[in-house]
Structures are given as C-alpha cells and as structure tokens.
C-alpha cells in the first residue's frame, strides 16, 4: 500500500524550530519529487516546498523561504521539514504529499494525514 | 496574476449538477488539478491535467477548460461530495505552486 505518514508535530514557540518527517512506503521512494502542504487553521491549503527526487533542486513559497529546510533521506524513504523563526501564522495541518510522476505533470496523487504544528506562548 | 480564484461556496441538492470554477493566468497557461479535502482527512486528486480522473474517482467528477477557466462538476451529487474542493496548477516549470482559495460544496 502507498503511503505517507507525518511526524514531529507539536506545540512551540514564536521564534522557536520544528522538524517534520515523512515516511513514505509502498513505491520506490527516490523516483519521486516530494512536498510539502500545509493549511492553517479556518483557512485553504498552501504549497509550502518541493523537492527533487535526488535532494538536491528545491523550492519554497515566499511564505516560508528562508525559515524553512526541505530535505530527503533517499536511504530511509523519508522526507523532513525543518522550521525555524516559527510565527503564529505558522500554525497548521503540515501535509506531506507525492507529486505525480510524469515530467510536467504537477500534481499530487498522494497525501499524509498530516502533522499540526501550533505555534503559541 | 500568480493567483488561482474560486468561489467560496457552491450548494446544491441531492441527485443536482454542481460547478465549481477556478479562473487566473495560471489556470489558463498550466494544466489545473482538482483535490477534494474532508475534514480530518487527507486531501484526495479527484481531476488532474485538466480533464482526466484518477482511477478510483467515479465517473460523476469531471473536468473542462475554457480559456482562463476551469471547471469541476459533480454530476448527481450525493451526500458523500460535500467537502472542500481545491484547484491547483504550477508555474515556472514546476518551482512555484499555487492553490486556490477552495470552495465549500454543501449538499443541501
């Protein structure tokens, strides 16, 4: 069975760090680009990072770029998310999710449940 | 314009046709991706490249594009469609995604 299950989420500070995993089971992990998706609380979803399928390319939203990591252990079939400077509007469902595989295609046929991250004193 | 706009709320009874529409630059010059999202759960691909259904997504879910917008319409809704509906696309080749803002489907 395909599947990506998030980890690492919790309660931090405003200022504070997080990192979030993603295991991925069920494909051959490293033919895949990945990212990462979160939706805040009351809101819609937004894109927050990609990554190539060798780690080595990524993008971010402007939201987030500069305070966020996006990396992949190819070997251990997991792809993280580590958050630094989190501010309250970091709070979130953080989705890991799996784009399709075809070049050009860019869209997600696989999704996490997801991991909550609140950001709060 | 780098943003995806949809309406906030669609409702519609049981067994009606419901539209939901995505229109901007980006859906008119990349391919456009539907996901529907229930609470609590995580968010499914139910139209990608446009027009075309995953395996697994009944036939009452369907995709069109005219110009710089799109369309998803569940045909003969049923109760189980009522969720958050969301159009995707990318720009850049790939490095930058975008979302729309959703769409509430309430079935009445």
């Known amino acids: 069975e395909v599947q990506l299950v998030e980890s690492g989420g919790g309660l931090v500070q405003p200022g504070g760090s997080l990192r979030l995993s993603c295991a991925a089971s069920g494909f051959t992990f490293n033919t895949f680009w990945m990212h990462w998706v979160r939706q805040g609380p009351g809101k819609g979803l937004e894109w927050v990072a990609r990554?190539?399928?060798?780690?080595?390319?990524?993008s971010y939203a402007d939201s987030v770029r500069g305070r966020v990591t996006i990396s992949r252990d190819n070997g251990k079939n997991t792809v993280s998310l580590q958050m630094k400077s989190l501010r309250a509007e970091d709070t979130a469902v953080y989705y890991c999710?799996?784009?399709?595989?075809?070049?050009?295609?860019?869209?997600?046929?696989?999704w996490g449940q997801g991991t909550t991250v609140t950001v709060s004193s | 314009s780098n943003e995806l706009t949809q309406p906030p709320s669609v409702s519609v009874s049981p067994g009606q046709t419901a539209t939901i529409t995505c229109s901007g630059d980006?859906?008119?010059?990349?391919?456009v991706y539907w996901y529907q999202h229930k609470t609590g759960q995580a968010p499914v691909m139910v139209i990608y490249?446009?027009?075309e259904r995953p395996s697994g997504i009944p036939e009452r879910f369907s995709g069109s594009t005219s110009g710089t917008t799109v369309t998803l319409t569940i045909s003969a809704v049923q109760a189980e469609d009522e969720a958050d509906y969301y159009c995707q696309s990318a720009e850049n080749s790939g490095t930058y995604w975008l979302f729309g803002g959703g769409t509430k489907l309430t079935v009445l």
């Open positions: 990554i190539h399928r060798d780690g080595f390319s990524t």
């Open positions: 490249r446009d027009t």
């Open positions: 980006a859906a008119a010059n990349q391919h």
């Open positions: 999710a799996r784009e399709l595989p075809a070049a050009g295609d860019y869209g997600l046929d696989v």
